[in-house]
């Protein structure tokens, strides 16, 4: 029998629950999830069977590797690969069926040579960049793209998409901006799905919804915009309490001694560590829960433990082998990034491999 330090629950449910939530926001639009970096760290192989028995029949991942994973367990699946085919992959995006985001000419022009040497019509998204600079064709290249159409010959092209910079800020000029440029560029490709949100961009409203969006963070919980958060949270971290000390004279916690600690205390070592995922940053900052009640972290945040002051809580409580709550009902993703100087999604995709991951709602 193992006795897990820490424990990661992930509620497969609520994932569902908050993809219906955003379908019904997006009347017929359809929802494609982002399930990149192993479904933003809560485990692919189990999200995005999930959401597909929600619904879901095109899911978004980042590279090749991550489409190859899902691909046994979605075999019906449009996959839809946002970095692209790279020069070397095509073999394997035409023999799994994978469907590229083409982001430049080059892309174009790579995948067009593997339709050809396919001997048919692939399928294909394309990346218009209306102000992120990351992806996509930037407008000069979407001037030569329309001097030059024969350059999409042999591909089927299903879906024009953008991708917003400030969605999480309503009132920000760029989004309204990016949506103009969008518009123009996609009145170029008529019969096309259009696809320009993800996870804000569904709540600025009807206008940005278009034929597809693309949301990842709120599926997880995450909150997508500045005001209170609509979507059921997924993810509950609970952290074992290993030993327990009193402390009466004076004394520090930790590397650094960078704690010190005044009267009368009583100090909690758990199991759990910036090797865990459980930031560093969160030294002498961040707080854990039991019941409601406030710990605060002392010291430094080490690879294996933290230390937490237990001293608010009943002595019964607070007794090795207790579980804290790391993230739950008093303290979500985004509270515990604001305290690590970070956003949740950092925190969500860097969960560390040693919890124990337990799925519910299945
Ligand atoms: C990651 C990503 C998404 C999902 O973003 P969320 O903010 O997590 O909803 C959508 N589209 C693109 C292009 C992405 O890179």
Redesign the pocket.
């Known amino acids: 029998m193992r006795t897990p330090a820490a424990i990661l629950e992930i509620d497969l449910a609520a994932i569902a629950a908050n993809y219906r939530l955003l379908a019904g926001r997006v009347g017929g639009a359809r929802v494609a999830p982002?399930v990149?970096a192993d479904a933003y760290g809560l485990g692919a192989a189990r999200v995005a069977p999930a959401l597909a028995a929600a619904g879901a029949t095109t899911f978004?991942v980042a590279q090749l590797e991550e489409a190859l994973a899902l691909r046994p367990l979605l075999p019906a699946a449009r996959l839809q690969v946002?970095n692209g085919c790279l020069p070397g992959e095509e073999r394997d995006f035409v023999a799994e069926d994978l469907v590229p985001v083409l982001n430049s000419l080059e892309q174009i022009a790579l995948w067009q040579a593997a339709a050809r040497a396919a001997g048919r019509a692939l399928p294909a998204v394309l990346h218009l960049d209306t102000g992120m600079s990351r992806l996509g064709l930037p407008p000069g290249e979407l001037a030569l793209l329309l001097a030059a159409p024969e350059r999409l010959a042999g591909l089927r092209l299903e879906t024009v998409m953008s991708?917003l910079a400030c969605g999480d800020e309503p009132g920000h000029p760029l989004n309204e901006a990016q949506r103009a440029r969008f518009l123009a560029a996609a009145r170029h490709f008529p019969g096309v799905a259009r696809s320009l949100s993800?996870?804000?961009g569904i709540f600025l409203g009807p206008d940005w919804h278009f034929e597809e969006v693309?949301?990842?963070?709120?599926l997880y919980g995450g909150n997508p915009g500045p005001g209170p958060n609509p979507l059921r949270p997924v993810v509950t971290l609970r952290a074992r309490i290993l030993q327990v000390r009193r402390v009466d004279s004076p004394t520090t916690v930790g590397y650094g001694a960078c704690h010190r600690v005044g009267g009368p205390t009583r100090l909690a070592t758990l199991g759990l560590g910036y090797a865990d995922g459980f930031h560093r940053a969160l030294s002498n900052r961040g707080r854990l829960f039991l019941d409601g009640v406030p710990l605060p972290i002392v010291g430094r945040v080490s690879m294996d433990l933290t230390v937490v002051d237990v001293t608010a809580l009943p002595e019964a409580k607070a007794v090795p082998g207790a579980l804290l709550d790391v993230l739950g009902p008093d303290q979500d993703v985004d509270a515990l990034a604001r305290d690590a100087g970070t956003i949740g999604?950092e925190l969500l995709t860097g969960l560390g491999r040693r919890y124990e991951r337990r799925y519910g709602g299945a």
Do not use: N, T
């Not at 693309?214 to 709120?218: F, L, T, V, W």
């Open positions: 982002a990149k978004c946002l991708h993800a996870s804000s693309r949301p990842g963070y709120a999604y």
